[in-house]
């Protein structure tokens, strides 16, 4: 079965504080992985792609991929109160890669 | 830009009764669309996907189906809804660099 699993499952960091989320994934053959960060009655919103292995950054949100290790993950430097949401990973699979796998989401608190 | 239009905002529906979710997207020609559930702070869990006009494949069984009769159009139903079909329910479109969501439809079965 194609799983995406998240940790943790909840994350409360100090204003100012380094948030850092984490994800494996069971298909060695995924080739796209993204970030989706989502607010309460709101539809998620995409934060970051990453397609290669190593770190990615854009601005304070930093993602590293290891396909080898089957993980991927997301540093979120300098967090503010607005960072609070329900953060995905989601990883695609399958053939032709259709079937986009979303992980299970870990619930960040950015306390001011 | 592409945006992706959904209908309706909410729905509250009875058990045993029908269901017709609907979705729209404009700036891109012949996109990859997929119908996603959430259940309240839970995970997206993906329900089809559709790469081209009159063809969805489905990806996990919830008494549901869904259409594509154009293409720009994704549809969902079922002829028959139960509790367990209560949720957010995301049309998404797929680009090469991102999956792109709609607002979603908000279902309540009561």
């Known amino acids: 079965q194609q799983k995406v699993q998240q940790s943790p499952e909840s994350l409360i960091v100090p204003e100012g504080g380094m948030a850092s989320l984490n994800c494996t994934f069971s298909?060695?053959?995924?080739?796209y992985f993204w970030w989706y960060r989502q607010h309460s009655g709101e539809g998620p919103k995409a934060l970051m792609?990453?397609?290669?292995?190593g770190d990615k950054k854009e601005g304070r949100f930093t993602a590293h991929l290891n396909k080898a290790s089957l993980y991927v993950s997301l540093h979120i430097k300098d967090s503010q109160p607005s960072d609070s949401a329900l953060y995905f990973c989601?990883?695609?699979?399958?053939?032709?890669?259709?079937?986009?796998?979303f992980g299970s989401g870990t619930r960040l608190l950015v306390s001011p | 830009a592409q945006t992706i239009h959904q209908w309706p905002v909410a729905e509250i529906k009875a058990v045993g009764s029908p269901l017709s979710l609907g979705c729209t997207i404009k700036?891109?020609?012949?996109?990859?669309l997929y119908w996603y559930w959430q259940a309240t702070g839970g995970t997206l869990q993906q329900l089809f996907y559709?790469?081209?006009?009159?063809?969805v494949e489905s990806v996990v069984q919830l008494n549901l189906s869904a259409s594509r009769p154009k293409d720009d159009q994704f549809i969902l139903s079922t002829e028959k809804l139960l509790l367990s079909h209560s949720g957010f329910y995301l049309c998404?479109?797929?680009?090469?660099?991102?999956?792109?969501f709609g607002k979603g439809t908000r279902l309540t079965v009561v």
């Open positions: 792609s990453i397609f290669s292995n």
């Open positions: 989601a990883v695609s699979m399958g053939t032709g890669g259709y079937k986009v796998v």
């Open positions: 298909d060695r053959n995924s080739q």
């Open positions: 559709s790469i081209t006009v009159g063809q």
């Open positions: 998404a479109s797929r680009t090469d660099t991102e999956v792109f």
């Open positions: 700036g891109k020609s012949s996109p990859n």
